[in-house]
Every structure is written in structure tokens, then in C-alpha cells.
């Protein structure tokens, strides 16, 4: 175990003397460590046979997604230390890229020459390590020979580098080490299918749970195949990859057994882990033949297997454990929990709702992780010696079967009380907001065990009035009172990682992954997070990020909000592509019906809607479902979105403005097109001129003359004009989007729906 601990330093060690070197400096000694003599084959087989350069001129990092199927779209990262403010990438390079890596290195030095200073056992060295090569790494390119893309960061390069090395001990050159892939089954039912009673305040501590989860067991498998930290290739949106040497497939049978025997005790076979691996041969990193993308593919294929027949692994003495016993509890609703439906033990405490309603200890301590969330600047996660039996009494006992107390802490402050950890050879303590001030934070356990790192937490919670995690009902809008929700992820991504990425190096595919977790799960949050303050910064209950991570997000909010907040993600997204044609994102929203419409229907709606916007345009994609229409980003979203404005300033009761009848009108002449369209079908009733298809038809006829008369029945000569220029634009091609123009508009004026008061 020390020998790989050794490796990962010494790989580390050779990667952070290049820094020097780019920085201009060689006056610093670094140890030599334990260096392998296949040292420069690892690092070789890391950049898919690319070699490094001399010193050279000194370029900024540039993002690989503008590289992705050959493109050649511009976007740049400045040398600066990790954090979400930095997730999109500039247009054009940065001027100041020599005096930002001298003080980047400056910081570097100083810190790294600590890591051995206290006598601190390997795996927390190791780690410590690490953390520095991402604080102030992620955005320095690794030195590659002139005329290949610098699109590779230091930091990837040294972790990927330190992964094989550890790895390629005993290895064959064929086959130098397996990738190994985890993923939390039965998310959807167990996540969703809840009572809508008090849902709202639980939900988002149930999706971080399962986050933590996946991390947690990532982690318990690399110390039971005592790998380092570099090893852990990526971990979120519930699942995990890392690299193992060749021959530890029987270890991972039986590492697989406990996480199941754990999982069962503690959830009752409603979430399972699978794990899957698959040989990485050295064909594969060098890009010959089959590429690296291949091994994720037939290790999501092997996952999707054992997903299908969960817990198969375990004898029936331990299936007899957890559910060959009788049913316990009265079966009444007072000894039901009211939001999982789980029957509540006796010696649970459980929380007194309204009605007479239960709910149990691990609902209840899902709700308190919500709130904690909300405050929290840092994560703290401890190895420790794993509890002997699963419980229900709360997230963190459920952890802690696998060796890891897990806290959020609000801030230095408030941490002086509430932490408590266990004895702990490791303390990973991660934050995302700033960099932290190690030096002032009370209570942390001492150098010789603690690492700090950066990771993103995705937080966006809307607060009511008392100041409180608010339901769903409290999500405010624009006209009808509804919420609705808002599912969003990356187009072909699994066709992105196995043909898109340049040269198909490893180093490439983990620095891709890294990306998209630091935009979805850093950046999206603010995004959403600036709809839950008014213009003068008060707080106000609209968005609910329930989960953003990996490629993928799910938010709960007011209906009005949601297409804005789409069209916010997406240009941003676009940016953070670097414009990459084909590299584009689409989401499908849906609305509750009432307030208290169950959040798992909403969900599978929403999905729905997701999978419309991606398949009804055949290939293209790259869009938006909302209100049964798929609008293109863009010019067509836009377009509908400015017309919904015009209609919300015509219609109203003053003089001069339009009746609501008016909507009434626009929906029945969609409504006879779309009976016209389906009878004729043939070219002959389509006319193209210029750049522009019109639709010849009896309802275009209908439609001139109703518009003609709504706009007589107004003295605004304005608005007059208006709607003349707006009948002749749905002759047009427009005429597609009159139906959601007027519904969408219809929601966004109404007020008072008798069904919004259930």
C-alpha cells in the first residue's frame, strides 16, 4: 500500500518540476520520492503518445470543448487559482499569463514544501499533494511539443499520470490497468416517489445524499484496494469511475458483496450500487484502434447489467436479513411515515406533522440536511472506523458504515461547536466559495491529518418569509400561481466521449469530466440562485436546484421563471463550449396542474418534454420542450419570447388595450391550422418567397380579418400597428408558434385559478 502512496508523490513531484520550469525557476529542490523506472511510459500513455516540450513560449490553457469533432472554436482559461468563478473561458488569450503563473507558483512552492513538514501519514501527504496540483494547476497547460493543441491542464496530466503509474506495477504492457465504474440504482422511485407532504423541505437533502453516497462508497473502494486519492478518475451525478491494476477483479466481487449487504440493511433494497470494470489496453490510451471512450462504453454496458439484476451477488442468508422477516408496525398511518411511507420503528423518535401525521428520523434527517445545505461553506469528510450495523436513524449513520463521518459546516464561527470528529488518520475538508483561511478555522483537526480541497456544491435554495426552507407552494410566479420543473442535460454526451474528444486521450476525457462538473455544479447554481432575489436583493421563493451535476440538472420553480432560466443556462452553456456547433444542450419543462400536484408525475413530465425537445427534430437537437412545443435556441425561442411580451402589453383593461378574448381568438385560428396541416399535406399549399414559407389556407383568411377587427377595437394607434405587423408575420412561418404564443402568454396574465387554492 505505501509503495503506491510512494508512486502517486513521486509522479506528482515530476509534474510539479515542470511547473518550475514553466514558471521560469529550477532553484527549488524537490525530493526525489519513489519514482518508478516506467515513469515516463505512464506519462506517455496519459497523453495518448503526444510528448512534452521543451520550455518554450508560454501559452494559456485552452478549453478542449472548443476542440471537440475537430473544431477549432477559441476559449482560454487564465492561470488562477480553482474556484466557480471561473467555469466559462475567455474569448481571446490573456496578456498577463507570465506574472499570474509567477505568483501561482510563488503560492505553489510555499505550500508544497509544508506537505512533508509535519509527519503526516502517506495517504494524507498524498492527498494534500494532489489538492495543491488542482488549487493551482487546473488552468496551466501541460508542456506539450509545438503544434498540438494545449487543451491538456498540468493537473489532469499529473493525476492521470500518477493513476496509470500506481497501476502499471506488475501490469503488462498489453493491458496496463482496468477502469472501474460505480452508479446508484433506483434513484428515480426512491428520490420521487414520495407523498407531496413536506417533500419540498426534504428533497434537495435526499439528492445530496445520494451524491455523497457515491463519493463516499468511491472512496471505500480505493481504500479497500489501498489506491490513492489520483486514482478517482471522477465522482458525481451519482456515479463514479477510477482506475485499478489488472487482477483486482476478485477483490472488487467481494467489495461489492459489503457495499450491497450495507446498502440493504440501510435502505431495504431501495438503492443499490453496482459496480463494473472493464481492461484498458495500451492500444486503447495510444489511440490505436479501438479509443479510450471504448472502455467507458463497455463499462456502462457491464453496469447496466448488474443494475438490471440488483443484489444478485448476495446468498440468501443475507437477502433473509434485511426482507426475509415479518412485516413490523401497526400498518396504521400514525405509525407511517407520511412522506416515504416507511413504517417507523419503535425506537425511532419520529416528528409530529399536521393531522396526526408521522415522519420518520431518516426523513427528518434529510430535511436538516436540506437547511444545512443551504448555509454551508464547507464539507468535512473523515475516515473512521466503519459502524458495525446499518440504521434508520439518519443520513450520517448510513455513511457511516463505510468508514466516513460526514458534516457541513456553515463557517469558521459556527464551526467551534458543531464539530465533533471522530479519531481520523484523514480529514478531507473540502470548500467552494473562496479560498479558505486554514490558519483562523477553530477546532480543525491539525496538519498531520488534514487535507483541503476544492470541489463544487451546488446550492440554490429559495428562503419564504420565516425564513425558511419554502414548499412548493410558496414558489412564486408571474399569473397563475404553479410551479413546474426544469430538466436540462448535454446532447450525445456518450457519443462526445467516445468520437469527440481530439486524440482521445485520457488526460482529456478526465479534464472534459472536470469541466462539466464545475459548470453544473458551480455555475448553473448561481444562475439559478439570482431568481431568488428581487432587484433590490431581498430574498424571494422562485428556484429550487433539487440536482446539478455530471452533464445533467433538475429544478423546481416558478413556471414564469423556468423558460428564462433554460434560455440564461444555455447561453451560458454555449459559452462555456466555446461556441462548439457540436457541443449544445436541451431541456423540456412541465407545470403542476395544482399546487399540490405529486413531484414524481411533474418529474416524469418533465422528462418527457426533455426527450421531446431532443427527437423531434430528428437530428438537430439543441432545444427546448415547453407547453408541448419544441422551440430551437435562438432565433425561435426568442422570437415567441418577444412576441409573449408584445401580447402582455396589448392585453389589459384600460383604454386602448386589448380584451383577453383576444388569446381566445389567436388559439381557435392555431387550432383550424393545425386541422388544415394535417389534411393538407401537399406542396401545393405552400408558398416560399424570398427567405420565407407561407401557408395558404381558409384559416389564413379567418386570421387577417380577426386581427383586422381586434385592431379596430383599439384607439392605441401603437398597438394597431402592432398587430397589422403581427397578422402578416403569422402568414408566415410564424404561425407555428401562435398557439404557444397565446397559452403561454393566457398563464402569464392569469390570476386567481380556483384549482391553485386546493
Known amino acids: 500500500?505505501?509503495?503506491?502512496?510512494?508512486?502517486?508523490?513521486?509522479?506528482?513531484?515530476?509534474?510539479?518540476?515542470?511547473?518550475?520550469?514553466?514558471?521560469?525557476?529550477?532553484?527549488?529542490?524537490?525530493?526525489?520520492?519513489?519514482?518508478?523506472?516506467?515513469?515516463?511510459?505512464?506519462?506517455?500513455?496519459?497523453?495518448?503518445?503526444?510528448?512534452?516540450?521543451?520550455?518554450?513560449?508560454?501559452?494559456?490553457?485552452?478549453?478542449?470543448?472548443?476542440?471537440?469533432?475537430?473544431?477549432?472554436?477559441?476559449?482560454?482559461?487564465?492561470?488562477?487559482?480553482?474556484?466557480?468563478?471561473?467555469?466559462?473561458?475567455?474569448?481571446?488569450?490573456?496578456t498577463d499569463g507570465a506574472e499570474q503563473l509567477q505568483r501561482l507558483w510563488a503560492a505553489f512552492a510555499a505550500q508544497q514544501k509544508q506537505i512533508g513538514d509535519f509527519g503526516a501519514p502517506l495517504p494524507v501527504q498524498e492527498a494534500n499533494y494532489?489538492?495543491?496540483?488542482?488549487?493551482?494547476?487546473?488552468?496551466?497547460?501541460?508542456?506539450?511539443?509545438?503544434?498540438?493543441?494545449?487543451?491538456?491542464?498540468l493537473y489532469d496530466y499529473a493525476r492521470v499520470s500518477a493513476a496509470l503509474a500506481v497501476c502499471m506495477t506488475g501490469a503488462s504492457d498489453a493491458q496496463p490497468a482496468l477502469l472501474v465504474g460505480g452508479d446508484v440504482s433506483g434513484v428515480q422511485d426512491w428520490l420521487y416517489a414520495l407523498?407531496?407532504?413536506?417533500?419540498?423541505?426534504?428533497?434537495?437533502?435526499?439528492?445530496?445524499?445520494?451524491?455523497?453516497?457515491?463519493?463516499?462508497?468511491?472512496?471505500?473502494?480505493?481504500?479497500?484496494?489501498?489506491?490513492?486519492?489520483?486514482?478517482?478518475?471522477?465522482?458525481?451525478?451519482?456515479?463514479?469511475?477510477?482506475l485499478a491494476p489488472v487482477g483486482s477483479e476478485s477483490r472488487l466481487a467481494a467489495i461489492q458483496q459489503d457495499i450491497s449487504r450495507k446498502l440493504l440493511r440501510m435502505h431495504e433494497g431501495a438503492l443499490y450500487v453496482a459496480l463494473g470494470h472493464a481492461s484498458i489496453t495500451q492500444a486503447m490510451l495510444n489511440g490505436q484502434g479501438d479509443t479510450i471512450g471504448s472502455a467507458w462504453d463497455a463499462v456502462n454496458r457491464v453496469l447496466n447489467i448488474n443494475k438490471a439484476r440488483r443484489f444478485s451477488?448476495?446468498?440468501?442468508?443475507?437477502?433473509?436479513?434485511?426482507?426475509?422477516?415479518?412485516?413490523?408496525?401497526?400498518?396504521?398511518?400514525?405509525?407511517?411515515?407520511?412522506?416515504?411511507?416507511?413504517?417507523?420503528?419503535?425506537?425511532?423518535?419520529?416528528?409530529?406533522?399536521?393531522?396526526?401525521?408521522?415522519?420518520?428520523?431518516?426523513?427528518?434527517?434529510?430535511?436538516?440536511?436540506?437547511?444545512?445545505?443551504?448555509?454551508?461553506?464547507?464539507?468535512?469528510i473523515s475516515r473512521i472506523a466503519p459502524a458495525e450495523t446499518g440504521t434508520t436513524s439518519g443520513w450520517q449513520p448510513g455513511l457511516a458504515q463505510f468508514g466516513y463521518d460526514v458534516?457541513?459546516?456553515?463557517?469558521?464561527?459556527?464551526?467551534?461547536?458543531?464539530?465533533?470528529?471522530?479519531?481520523?488518520?484523514?480529514?478531507?475538508?473540502?470548500?467552494?466559495?473562496?479560498?479558505?483561511?486554514?490558519?483562523?478555522?477553530?477546532?480543525?483537526?491539525?496538519?498531520?491529518?488534514?487535507?483541503?480541497?476544492?470541489?463544487?456544491?451546488?446550492?440554490?435554495?429559495?428562503?419564504?418569509?420565516?425564513?425558511?426552507?419554502?414548499?412548493?407552494?410558496?414558489?412564486?410566479?408571474?399569473?397563475?400561481?404553479?410551479?413546474?420543473?426544469?430538466?436540462?442535460?448535454?446532447?450525445?454526451?456518450?457519443?462526445?466521449?467516445q468520437k469527440g474528444i481530439p486524440n482521445s486521450s485520457l488526460s482529456r476525457v478526465v479534464?472534459?469530466?472536470?469541466?462539466?462538473?464545475?459548470?453544473?455544479?458551480?455555475?448553473?447554481?448561481?444562475?439559478?440562485?439570482?431568481?431568488?432575489?428581487?432587484?433590490?436583493?431581498?430574498?424571494?421563493?422562485?428556484?429550487?436546484?433539487?440536482?446539478?451535476?455530471?452533464?445533467?440538472?433538475?429544478?423546481?420553480g416558478g413556471w414564469s421563471d423556468l423558460p428564462d432560466l433554460a434560455r440564461d443556462i444555455r447561453e451560458d452553456f454555449r459559452r462555456f463550449a466555446c461556441a462548439n456547433p457540436k457541443v449544445t444542450i436541451s431541456g423540456g419543462i412541465s407545470l403542476a396542474l395544482d399546487k399540490k400536484y405529486p413531484l414524481y408525475q411533474a418529474a416524469r413530465l418533465a422528462g418527457d418534454a426533455e426527450h421531446q425537445a431532443k427527437h423531434q427534430r430528428g437530428d438537430e437537437k439543441n432545444a427546448l420542450s415547453f407547453l408541448g412545443e419544441v422551440m430551437g435556441w435562438g432565433g425561435e425561442f426568442e422570437r415567441v419570447r418577444s412576441r409573449v411580451e408584445d401580447l402582455k402589453r396589448w392585453l389589459g383593461d384600460g383604454e386602448g388595450k386589448l380584451p383577453r378574448s383576444f388569446l381566445m381568438t389567436l388559439r381557435s385560428i392555431d387550432a383550424e391550422w393545425r386541422?388544415?396541416?394535417?389534411?393538407?399535406?401537399?406542396?401545393?399549399?405552400?408558398?416560399?418567397?424570398?427567405?420565407?414559407?407561407f401557408y395558404l389556407g381558409p384559416w389564413q383568411w379567418h386570421l387577417v380579418y380577426s386581427l383586422a377587427r381586434a385592431g379596430e377595437r383599439t384607439k392605441d394607434t401603437h398597438i394597431k400597428e402592432e398587430v397589422r405587423d403581427f397578422a402578416e408575420s403569422i402568414v408566415g412561418a410564424e404561425i407555428h408558434w401562435l398557439g404557444l404564443t397565446a397559452r403561454w402568454t393566457e398563464l402569464a396574465t392569469r390570476k386567481n385559478d380556483p384549482r391553485d387554492k386546493k
Open 1 to 94: 500500500m505505501d509503495r503506491n502512496f510512494q508512486t502517486a508523490i513521486g509522479m506528482y513531484e515530476r509534474s510539479a518540476a515542470l511547473f518550475a520550469r514553466r514558471a521560469g525557476t529550477d532553484s527549488l529542490h524537490f525530493p526525489a520520492g519513489f519514482v518508478p523506472a516506467w515513469a515516463e511510459q505512464a506519462e506517455h500513455l496519459a497523453l495518448a503518445g503526444e510528448r512534452l516540450g521543451d520550455d518554450g513560449a508560454l501559452q494559456p490553457l485552452q478549453s478542449v470543448l472548443g476542440h471537440l469533432f475537430g473544431q477549432a472554436k477559441a476559449g482560454y482559461y487564465a492561470a488562477q487559482p480553482i474556484s466557480i468563478d471561473a467555469a466559462l473561458p475567455l474569448a481571446e488569450p490573456p
Open 130 to 153: 494532489l489538492a495543491l496540483l488542482q488549487r493551482y494547476c487546473w488552468a496551466i497547460p501541460a508542456p506539450l511539443v509545438a503544434g498540438q493543441p494545449g487543451d491538456v491542464s
Open 195 to 242: 407523498s407531496s407532504s413536506g417533500v419540498a423541505k426534504g428533497l434537495r437533502g435526499r439528492s445530496f445524499y445520494l451524491q455523497l453516497l457515491a463519493e463516499v462508497i468511491a472512496y471505500y473502494v480505493l481504500e479497500r484496494l489501498g489506491l490513492p486519492s489520483c486514482n478517482l478518475l471522477y465522482a458525481g451525478g451519482g456515479n463514479f469511475y477510477l
Open 313 to 380: 451477488e448476495l446468498d440468501n442468508a443475507a437477502m433473509a436479513e434485511a426482507i426475509g422477516s415479518p412485516l413490523a408496525g401497526t400498518g396504521e398511518l400514525k405509525d407511517t411515515c407520511a412522506v416515504c411511507r416507511r413504517t417507523i420503528e419503535s425506537k425511532e423518535k419520529g416528528k409530529s406533522l399536521d393531522e396526526g401525521r408521522r415522519q420518520c428520523d431518516l426523513c427528518t434527517s434529510f430535511e436538516e440536511l436540506g437547511n444545512q445545505l443551504r448555509r454551508a461553506e464547507y464539507l468535512a
Open 407 to 497: 458534516q457541513l459546516l456553515e463557517n469558521a464561527n459556527d464551526a467551534k461547536a458543531g464539530w465533533q470528529v471522530q479519531p481520523s488518520e484523514l480529514v478531507r475538508i473540502y470548500y467552494w466559495k473562496s479560498e479558505p483561511d486554514i490558519s483562523n478555522f477553530p477546532g480543525w483537526p491539525g496538519e498531520q491529518r488534514t487535507v483541503w480541497a476544492f470541489r463544487p456544491l451546488a446550492q440554490c435554495t429559495p428562503i419564504n418569509s420565516e425564513r425558511e426552507i419554502a414548499t412548493f407552494d410558496e414558489l412564486s410566479s408571474e399569473g397563475i400561481e404553479r410551479w413546474g420543473v426544469l430538466r436540462m442535460d448535454v446532447d450525445n454526451l456518450g457519443t462526445i466521449f
Open 511 to 556: 479534464g472534459l469530466s472536470g469541466l462539466l462538473r464545475l459548470y453544473f455544479e458551480g455555475h448553473v447554481p448561481r444562475l439559478a440562485e439570482k431568481y431568488n432575489r428581487d432587484a433590490s436583493g431581498s430574498q424571494r421563493p422562485r428556484m429550487y436546484l433539487m440536482y446539478a451535476g455530471g452533464d445533467d440538472l433538475f429544478i423546481v
Open 675 to 693: 386541422e388544415w396541416k394535417k389534411r393538407e399535406t401537399g406542396a401545393s399549399r405552400r408558398y416560399q418567397h424570398t427567405d420565407k414559407t
